[in-house]
């Protein structure tokens, strides 16, 4: 499976790089993600949960980033096992470019990754629509992420709950349709 894709990110590139090298980010922003642990130089644990069409299941892995040359390009090496379900592995290499209005950023990546076991066998289209669902889940959530501290706080009224209520409402809903 190959996936290329590029993205226009509303903040400076070393705004960018330094949001694509924070593991709680990329934690929260990775659709499944459960954890992302450092387990040597620019080495990680990772733990997720993936559904394709009809396989799902946990997988933990590894992934390394190598030919680093910050904040403009790296290459994520990654593998990882989900039990019955198979594995992936593969890499992705990632670039950033501020763009003219020095504002902005585009990223780039290419990824190439190998599936095998059951993943491998319910068909290349399901797993590259799969793949390209979680790609676009995570711009969505990262893009949001980096542009949070932008955002003007709302003014809450007298009835509206002060202690955070209607905001940890929101969450739980977002995190129940990403979960679906």
């Known amino acids: 499976?190959?996936?290329t894709e590029t993205h226009s990110l509303p903040v400076p590139q070393d705004v960018a790089w330094a949001a694509l090298n924070d593991t709680e980010i990329l934690r929260a922003c990775i659709p499944g993600c459960e954890s992302i642990e450092a387990d040597g130089d620019n080495a990680y644990a990772v733990a997720m949960t993936a559904s394709v069409?009809?396989?799902?299941a946990k997988?933990?892995?590894r992934m390394n980033l190598v030919d680093i040359d910050a904040p403009n390009?790296?290459?994520i090496v990654f593998e990882g096992q989900g039990g019955t379900a198979g594995f992936?592995?593969?890499q992705a290499k990632v670039v950033l470019v501020p763009a003219d209005d020095a504002v902005s950023t585009t990223l780039s990546y290419t990824a190439h990754a190998q599936v095998g076991g059951k993943l491998a066998q319910i068909g290349s289209r399901l797993v590259d629509g799969a793949a390209k669902k979680i790609a676009g889940e995570f711009f969505k959530r990262?893009?949001?992420e980096l542009t949070k501290g932008d955002e003007e706080p709302a003014n809450q009224s007298d009835d509206a709950p002060a202690d955070g209520e209607q905001k940890k409402g929101k969450r739980s809903w977002t995190a129940w349709i990403s979960k679906s």
């Open 1 to 3: 499976m190959e996936l």
């Open 53 to 56: 069409g009809p396989v799902k």
């Open 59 to 61: 997988f933990k892995g």
């Open 73 to 75: 390009t790296y290459t």
């Open 88 to 90: 992936g592995k593969g």
């Open 142 to 144: 990262f893009s949001a």
